[in-house]
């Protein structure tokens, strides 16, 4: 491949002192990658290692704005995190890099895993990690939720504006299907609504679906067997238990849409 050399590496932690056994190096835009993301990922969970892994991690070919959500996450962790921020700093950085777990350019073997090729083939397609299904009338009780999500690190889609030339349904579409993950706010409005109710299936049927309550209503038929995490009384509280049940979920979605696992309906709860 252009531009891809391999050598032979034996690499020494000048901040920790600690040993990498001898491996294979990937040279990518003149960045010598010498660890899989799998590695790094495991290194976040040691605070001595944590420094390294994000000098690792600094390496790998961020795509998009990726590359401005890790200098984020990073700056956050030099800015100083407290014992209580630490785990769930840990957990988001996991999340995000665990999305270039299966990227060409991280991999230190040529495997012929087909799952794997194709879930990297179809990684490309991803623009968004959340799309939010919800209808107008909410859209204030669900812009408090979008920033808390954008604070997680996760691209968001709910514009209800539609560029020039194109058409509701195609333009919806195309982001639906060009996003990681589903999150459906149920509500006295959405629960009647066609587009919502279109947009819930498809993610349903893509395995991508996150159900929530705005408020104490049943869910359409069809999607009462999927529980909803009830969030009508979050009140942007980051400890309120069905939220952070929510945001667990639309982590595991989003991981398991990139590392190629089967997208399969299950249920939040």
Known sequence: MPGVGRMS????????????????SVEHRGKIISMTVEEIIRMLD?????GDALLEAAKLPFRGDDKVR???????????????????????????????????ENKLSNSDDRAG????????????????????????????????????GWSVF???????????????????????????????????SE??????????????L???LLDAVEPPFGFSHSNAADISDWNNDSYHLQFRQCLGAINSRISQCAIGLPLVPRKLI
Request: charged content about 30%; glycine content about 4%.
């Open 9 to 24: 590496r034996i690499a020494v932690s000048k901040t920790t002192g600690i040993f990498y056994p001898e491996k294979e």
């Open 46 to 50: 040691n605070p001595a290692t944590l």
């Open 70 to 104: 890790f200098q984020q996450k990073r700056q956050h962790y030099i800015d100083g995190l407290s014992d209580h921020e630490r785990p769930r700093w840990v957990g988001e950085m996991k999340a995000f890099l665990s999305l270039y777990s299966n990227s060409p």
């Open 117 to 152: 090729t194709t879930a990297r083939q179809h990684s490309k397609e991803f623009k968004t990690d959340i799309f939010i299904s919800y209808a107008r009338k909410d859209l204030k009780r669900v812009e408090p939720i979008v920033k808390e999500l954008q604070k997680h």
């Open 158 to 192: 709910w514009d209800m504006e539609i560029p020039p030339g194109e058409t509701w349904r195609s333009y919806i579409k195309k982001r639906l299907d060009e996003s990681r993950c589903v999150l459906v706010a149920w509500s006295h409005h959405s629960i009647t």
């Open 195 to 208: 587009w919502v109710i279109a947009e819930a299936d498809e993610a349903k049927k893509r395995g991508i």
């Open 210 to 212: 996150v159900p929530a």
